[in-house]
């Protein structure tokens, strides 16, 4: 287990992008003793006018500490890096902060017990670099329980209120990333498509915002029992059926042609909508629409 009272851990941050500059500021904020590396040296001379250390190459970055995190573009960049250095992991917990699919993830950590790493925790960055440090920050981390639980105390310099762990699948972290990025965009893509109805009318997009947030932050509740139904894999409508849901994307999908505004979106979830019917989910609640999302594409 971490302890909360042991003097600041040292750690090496690999790439220094907007995001891995915003890392490595983090923990030097927190007083931890910091390595950076980066292909382009002027990016680190901010922080290492901060108390940074300029690694002189990867492999020196890598041995300066226990705890190495790597943020850079993609998993190729991240193996390009390190694949070529023999035994400098060894024995290392390594954090990568890069963004890839989740089977990515476990292919990297199956790599990682190739070459001996002591650890591989792959996370994802739920948060802008402005946020990182900040209790507006959101890490989330699988792999091995006992690494993190080591380490956590110095990764909650970047998230202090949320450093959350996950499970010891180390494709979970990845998971979770592009499914909350799904709902981010989904809520996005929904008041865009309502700015532009309503704009037809010469209503604003500030004055349509207040309506907007209260009616996510109602749909936030139904998801409480949604989520229960899904697990339970039954779907009683409580609320409203899909039919009666249907009938309302018409709506949607009527009014969008009629003023002229794009209907892909609404039509798309009506096209789920009549699939879940057709699949006898007609009397069931929406929650139901499930079953249609599980099944691959055409």
């Given at each position: 287990?971490?302890?909360?009272?042991?003097?600041?851990a040292?750690?090496?941050v690999i790439?220094?992008?907007?995001?891995?500059?915003?890392?490595?500021?983090?923990?030097?904020?927190?007083?931890?003793?910091t390595?950076?590396?980066?292909?382009?040296s002027?990016?680190?001379?901010e922080?290492?006018?901060?108390?940074a250390?300029?690694a002189?190459s990867?492999?020196?970055a890598?041995?300066?500490?226990p705890?190495v995190?790597?943020?850079?573009?993609?998993?190729?960049?991240?193996?390009?890096?390190?694949?070529?250095?023999?035994?400098?992991?060894k024995?290392?917990?390594?954090?990568n902060?890069?963004s890839?699919?989740?089977?990515?993830?476990?292919?990297?950590?199956?790599w990682?017990?190739?070459?001996?790493?002591?650890?591989?925790?792959?996370?994802?960055?739920m948060?802008?670099?402005?946020a990182?440090?900040?209790?507006?920050?959101?890490?989330?981390?699988?792999?091995p329980?006992?690494a993190?639980?080591?380490?956590?105390?110095?990764?909650?310099?970047?998230?202090?209120?949320?450093?959350?762990?996950?499970d010891?699948?180390p494709?979970?972290?990845?998971?979770y990333?592009?499914?909350?990025?799904?709902?981010?965009?989904?809520?996005?893509?929904?008041?865009?498509?309502?700015?532009?109805?309503?704009?037809?009318?010469?209503?604003k997009?500030t004055?349509?915002?207040?309506?907007?947030?209260?009616?996510?932050?109602?749909t936030?509740?139904?998801?409480?029992?949604?989520?229960?139904?899904?697990?339970?894999?039954?779907?009683?409508?409580?609320d409203?059926?899909?039919t009666?849901?249907i009938?309302?994307m018409e709506h949607?999908v009527?009014?969008?042609?009629?003023l002229?505004?794009?209907?892909?979106?609404?039509?798309?979830?009506?096209?789920?909508g009549?699939?879940?019917v057709?699949?006898?989910?007609?009397d069931?609640?929406?929650?139901?629409m499930?079953?249609?999302?599980?099944?691959?594409s055409?």
């Open positions: 287990m971490s302890n909360p009272n042991a003097a600041p040292p750690v090496t790439g220094l992008g907007l995001m891995g500059q915003a890392l490595a500021a983090a923990f030097l904020k927190n007083g931890h003793p390595t950076v590396w980066n292909r382009s002027a990016k680190a001379d922080l290492v006018a901060n108390g250390v300029l002189p990867v492999e020196a890598v041995e300066a500490g705890l995190v790597i943020c850079v573009s993609d998993y190729d960049a991240v193996h390009a890096l390190l694949d070529p250095l023999e035994g400098s992991l024995g290392r917990t390594l954090v902060m890069t890839a699919s989740s089977a990515q993830a476990r292919a990297t950590s199956k990682a017990v190739e070459r001996e790493v002591g650890a591989y925790i792959d996370s994802a960055i948060a802008i670099p402005p990182i440090g900040t209790d507006e920050a959101i890490l989330l981390y699988s792999g329980k006992t993190f639980d080591e380490h956590e105390e110095t990764l909650k310099a970047i998230a202090p209120e949320a450093t959350l762990y996950l010891e699948d494709g979970v972290a990845s998971l990333d592009v499914a909350l990025l799904g709902v981010m965009w989904s809520v996005e893509n929904a008041f865009l498509h309502g700015a532009a109805l309503l704009g037809t009318a010469g209503v997009a004055a349509f915002l207040p309506l907007a947030k209260a009616l996510a932050e109602m936030g509740g139904f998801l409480d029992a949604y989520a229960q139904q899904i697990d339970d894999g039954e779907y009683p409508a409580d409203a059926t899909i009666t849901h009938l309302a949607l009527d009014e969008s042609r009629e002229g505004v794009n209907t892909e979106l609404p039509e798309l979830i009506k096209v789920f009549q699939r879940a057709a699949a006898g989910h007609s069931n609640s929406y929650a139901a499930i079953e249609q999302f599980r099944k691959p055409a």
